[in-house]
């Protein structure tokens, strides 16, 4: 032990001679002369193009709604534009459905276009519900149409839902994605029955001063639904209450011609049967089913449907005609 003592001394002491020659040695050595720094020449900045993505695609949509399989098909008017109520395509759980959709080009260039489905409430996203378009990718000249087929599959155990749809596409030497047009709006309803007609309707928000339209508000358009005599009609009522508060409750009422149901009339309503809604804090939505007695007297009758959002209420006519033809 004394031994390997001595020596871990001996070499201590050799290297720090060493240090102290090496330090003498740098302090003896005259500095050499400093070289002038090269200097990087710095370019002179030239404006940059901001990106832009240039005049927008003349692009026009079509679904093919006469020529669609698979699915069921109702309307449903929206209280802000009545006139033009929107398709609504309706499936079962486990089924499935087809629809030709036609691109047409007004535009004097080619495009790459890869469509696909969103939706028209963020964030959100499809539940037990699969699509994909066929061709996906299309090739589309100047002034020309070229054409896809929309296929929805719905699993068994999909949960009953509502979803708004919307088709966009994305257009290679644009670099951006369009929203074809209005009329590529539509809704897709997964749901045991097919409703005869569906409404929305937008409350105001509670305790905000009503707007002052600056047009005249457009009336309710009234349908015509037809029930056979002994049979049930489906009417669902979207409701955008224009509030997450649960306080705020919907109500709704159903009267003939402002007065009590007819005999052998009846009707059920269902609250938010649906598990899947848009916004659903601040949605509600109500199945109205409507059933006429076996002998009930063929006819037309005038229905008035008045729904209660807090104290906002509006009233929704239409004609349910009883017959025995198809």
Do not use: C
């Not at 001394?9 to 060493?18: G, K, M, R, S, T």
């Not at 698979?70 to 459905?97: A, C, D, K, W």
Request: aromatic residues 10%.
């Amino acid at each position: 032990m004394k031994f390997l003592t001595r020596l871990r001394i001996a070499v201590a002491v050799i290297l720090l001679a060493i240090v102290i020659i090496a330090l003498a040695v740098y302090l003896a050595t005259p500095p050499a002369p400093s070289q002038t720094p090269e200097v990087t020449p710095i370019p002179t900045p030239m404006p940059t193009a901001t990106a832009t993505l240039g005049p927008y695609p003349k692009l026009a949509f079509r679904a093919d709604f006469a020529s669609l399989e698979g699915f069921n098909l109702t309307e449903m008017q929206v209280q802000t534009h009545p006139s033009i109520p929107y398709p609504v395509l309706v499936l079962r759980q486990g089924g499935s459905g087809s629809i030709p959709i036609m691109l047409n080009s007004t535009d004097d260039k080619d495009y790459t276009v890869s469509l696909d489905v969103g939706l028209d409430v963020l964030p959100g996203k499809f539940e037990g519900v699969r699509y994909i378009f066929s061709p996906t990718t299309l090739n589309l000249k100047g002034g020309a149409k070229v054409n896809s087929i929309l296929s929805i599959e719905v699993d068994l155990d999909a949960p009953t839902a509502y979803y708004g749809l919307l088709v966009r596409a994305y257009i290679k030497e644009w670099g951006g994605s369009i929203l074809i047009n209005p009329m590529s709006y539509f809704g897709l309803l997964i749901y045991p029955y097919t409703p005869s007609y569906a409404y929305h309707v937008m409350a105001p928000t509670p305790g905000w001063p009503e707007p002052t339209p600056s047009y005249t508000p457009f009336p309710w358009i009234t349908p015509t639904i037809a029930v056979k005599p002994g049979g049930t009609v489906y009417i669902m009522f979207d409701i955008d209450k224009g509030t997450s508060d649960p306080a705020v409750q919907v109500k709704i009422d159903l009267s003939y011609d402002s007065g009590s149901l007819p005999s052998g009339m009846s009707a059920m309503f269902i609250s938010d049967p649906l598990k899947v809604v848009p916004a659903a804090p601040f949605g509600s939505v109500i199945m109205l089913n409507l059933t006429v007695a076996e002998d009930f007297p063929e006819g037309t009758y005038r229905m008035i449907a008045t729904i209660a959002v807090g104290s906002y209420a509006v009233q929704i006519p239409f004609d349910l005609t009883v017959t025995s033809q198809k």
